[in-house]
C-alpha cells in the first residue's frame, strides 16, 4: 500500500508562484507513474500532469502547458509540482497521484491518492 503526503499549496495572487510536493512512502515508489490531479467546488477531478518512471518523461494538460512543470526524485520518493503564472481557474485542491499504469490522464488509472492540498488564486 502506496501512502501518498502532500505539502505546500496555499494562497496567491494571480501571475504569483506556488509549488506542491509530494512525498511516498514506498521504495517501490520509483516504479509508479506519478502525478497530480485537481478538483474545483463543483467540478470533477481533473488531471494535470503527469511523469515516467523509467525516462522522466511528461505530460501536461494544455492549460497549465508552460507554466507548471512536474519533477520527481526517486532518490527521495518525492514529486513537485512548481506553478508559476497562477491564475484564477487555478484554483482548486491539488491530488498527487500514484498509478503502476501509463498514461495516468485518468482517473480511473490512479491506484492511490493523496488526501490533497488546496491552492487558491485571488484575482
Known amino acids: 500500500q502506496v501512502q501518498l503526503v502532500e505539502s505546500g499549496g496555499g494562497l496567491v495572487q494571480a501571475g504569483g508562484s506556488l509549488s506542491v510536493s509530494c512525498a511516498a512512502s514506498e521504495r517501490t515508489f520509483t516504479t509508479y507513474t506519478m502525478g497530480w490531479f485537481r478538483q474545483a467546488p463543483g467540478k470533477a477531478r481533473e488531471f494535470v500532469a503527469h511523469?515516467?518512471?523509467?525516462?522522466?518523461?511528461?505530460n501536461y494538460r494544455d492549460s497549465v502547458k508552460g507554466r507548471f512543470t512536474i519533477s520527481r526524485d526517486n532518490a527521495k520518493n518525492t514529486v513537485a509540482l512548481q506553478m508559476n503564472s497562477l491564475k484564477p481557474e487555478d484554483t482548486a485542491v491539488y491530488y498527487c497521484?500514484?498509478?503502476?499504469?501509463?498514461?495516468?490522464?485518468?482517473?480511473?488509472?490512479?491506484?492511490?491518492w493523496g488526501q490533497g492540498t488546496q491552492v487558491t488564486v485571488s484575482s
Open positions: 497521484a500514484a498509478s503502476t499504469r501509463w498514461p495516468m490522464i485518468f482517473v480511473s488509472r490512479v491506484d492511490y
Open positions: 511523469i515516467r518512471w523509467s525516462d522522466a518523461y511528461t
